[in-house]
């Protein structure tokens, strides 16, 4: 499916929102949708990181009319 191989990463900067609640707000997503998204994305990704490219293949899948 996705494909969240690693380039050496030293130290990668890490990212937490202030809450799910917050998260709620900023995208209107229900705490639900929000949970399984991540569940879904460390399901891909156990070490938590992606690369741009794959990022941006994913986003279009969500999002194919782009950002309009």
């Known amino acids: 499916m996705w494909n969240c ?12 929102p202030e809450s799910i609640a917050a ?14 998204i991540y569940r879904g994305f460390k399901a891909e990704c156990p070490a938590g990181i992606i690369r741009e490219e794959t990022f941006k293949f994913i986003y279009s899948q969500f999002f194919p009319q782009g950002g309009k």
């Open 5 to 16: 191989e690693l380039e050496e990463i030293v130290s990668p900067p890490k990212y937490r």
């Open 23 to 36: 998260l709620c707000e900023a995208t209107r997503f229900t705490e639900a949708e929000i949970k399984r």
